[in-house]
């Protein structure tokens, strides 16, 4: 029985000792996953803040863009009633031709109203040349 409380009183510290060395070692692990699991918590909070402000903005260029669209679209709607380019050539040149025809006209006009002024100044004067 002596063996046994010699034992015993030989076990006893060392248990003490290694039970303090495993609180010790254990202690910080403990503290370590309660940081970790705060972490958790706090990364998830974060995540679910940029998910919805992800959304948010989501929905704002989702507004955006059929804003735009409907711009696009009255934009379109406009450019159907303009003259394409062989239109607008053949506008052009109408143009160029009556600015022509205006300038028969206007020479023809110039040369009535030099016989008009001849005629008047002959009937006012009376025929003096003759």
């Known amino acids: 029985m002596e063996d046994l409380v ?3 009183s030989l076990v006893s510290p060392v248990m003490s000792l290694a039970t303090v060395v495993y609180v010790f070692l254990t202690a910080g692990g403990k503290k ?6 705060a972490f958790k918590i706090s990364i998830a ?20 863009l059929e804003d ?19 239109s607008f050539t053949d506008l052009r040149l109408a143009v ?7 300038g ?5 006009v110039n040369g009535i109203a030099r ?13 003096k040349a003759a």
């Not at 160029?96 to 205006?102: F, S």
Request: hydrophobic letters at 40%.
């Open 6 to 8: 010699m034992w015993a």
């Open 32 to 37: 370590a996953q309660t940081d970790l699991d």
């Open 45 to 64: 909070e974060v995540f679910d803040a940029i998910r919805t402000s992800i959304a948010e903005g989501r929905a704002e260029v989702d507004r955006r």
């Open 68 to 86: 735009h669209a409907s711009r696009v679209q009255s934009i379109e709607s406009d450019m159907k009633h303009l003259p394409d380019v062989k």
């Open 96 to 102: 160029a031709e009556i600015k022509g025809e205006a």
């Open 104 to 108: 028969k006209q206007a020479e023809v």
């Open 115 to 127: 016989t008009v002024h001849r005629m008047e100044n002959f009937l006012l004067t009376g025929n």
